[in-house]
T-cell receptor
């Protein structure tokens, strides 16, 4: 059973460009969470999705950030018009149930130049 | 709503024990524990769902005091492989986990 997959693993964008981060959950998992982590800091919740639905986006900035989890295909975290402050590691995690254990992907390290 | 972890960092010699604490200001539905090694993804260790529940595998165990809104992670007879940053994640009835700032554990020979 493959684990949570994220791609790309590293992404470099210039200020003003768009960043698209992909996450494929573990097989059988329909709950996906996105987190952001700055160096030497903890994980900050961004958004929780189930297939085709955003359940909780309270941790996501209102502007420039969006997330989706379509019926087919991976979950996508999109950051428009990136700024230097968006540089961070973005992890997604999947779970078989709401409130259940979460399994993390390897993360996407975004660098904005 | 971020839980508070203590200590922030600890250094152990192989074979020594450690306790990491996690406290919340809100009532907890569950507590999750994860370990993250530098540059890697967090790895799930265990989840505690009921007050007073204790769990463990190998030489790592945890307790959950629902009344005190606290959880503790116990590492006994530490091994070099235990090194990493330990995070607790607390569920307070919302749809997500709030993670603590982490406890950096270093085990030296």
């Amino acid at each position: 059973n493959a684990g949570v997959m994220q791609n790309p693993r590293h992404l470099v964008r210039r200020r003003g460009q768009e960043a698209r981060l992909r996450c494929s959950p573990m097989k059988g998992h329909s709950h996906v969470y996105w987190y952001r982590q700055l160096p030497e800091e903890g994980l900050k919740f961004m958004v929780y999705l189930q297939k085709e639905n955003i359940i909780d986006e309270s941790g996501m900035p209102k502007e420039r950030f969006s997330a989706e989890f379509p019926k087919e295909g991976p979950s996508i975290l999109r950051i428009q018009q990136v700024v230097r402050g968006d540089s961070a590691a973005y992890f997604c995690a999947s779970s078989p149930s709401q409130g259940g254990e979460q399994y993390f992907g390897p993360g996407t390290r975004l660098t904005v130049t | 709503q971020q839980p508070v972890q203590s200590p922030q960092a600890v250094i152990l010699r192989e074979g020594e024990d450690a306790v990491i604490n996690c406290s919340s200001s809100k009532a907890l539905y569950s507590v999750h524990w994860y370990r993250q090694k530098h540059g890697e993804a967090p790895v799930f260790l265990m989840i505690l769902l009921k007050g007073g529940e204790q769990k463990g595998h190998d030489k790592i165990s945890a307790s959950f005091n629902e009344k005190k809104q606290q959880s503790s992670l116990y590492l006994t007879a530490s091994q070099l492989s235990y090194s990493g940053t330990y995070f607790c994640g607390t569920e307070t009835g919302a749809n997500n986990l709030f993670f603590g700032t982490g406890t950096r554990l270093t085990v030296i020979p």
